[in-house]
């Protein structure tokens, strides 16, 4: 499975981003996806997953009613549209294909994982 992460870039804060992620080769097929990001010199963070079937998002507490994951499974595309930008969502954001069907939040739950797209936000 190839990941390819899109739409990144630099925004003001306030302003809206939304990233795409395409699967290549074995697809999405029957797995949960989910977003993660790592800001310069931190860890990489759980940002948001959803489940094959489109329900049963979950979110990170600093992205809760700002941020939205959705999926069109036709497309093997999985998205994260992001609102509300702060400053501090400043991060490198991956996109990645869990083990299983079930959202989790964990990077260890989780086996294919894109190059990342930059996201800046200007304060």
């Known amino acids: 499975v190839q990941l390819q992460a899109s739409g990144g870039g630099l925004v003001q804060a306030g302003g809206s981003l939304r990233l795409s992620c395409v699967a290549h080769?074995?697809?999405?097929?029957?797995?949960?996806s989910g977003w993660f990001r790592q800001a310069s010199g931190k860890e990489r963070e759980f940002v948001a997953a959803?489940?094959?079937?489109?329900?049963?998002?979950a979110y990170a507490d600093s992205v809760k009613g700002r941020f939205t994951i959705f999926r069109d499974n036709a497309k093997n595309t999985v998205y994260l549209q992001m609102n509300s930008l702060k400053p501090e969502d400043t991060a490198v954001y991956y996109c990645?294909?869990?083990?299983?069907?079930?959202?989790?939040?964990?990077?260890?739950?989780?086996?294919?994982w894109g190059l990342g797209t930059q996201v800046t936000v200007s304060s």
């Open positions: 990645a294909r869990a083990r299983g069907p079930t959202a989790r939040m964990s990077r260890t739950d989780y086996d294919y």
């Open positions: 080769g074995r697809t999405f097929g029957g797995y949960a």
């Open positions: 959803i489940r094959w079937s489109g329900g049963s998002p």
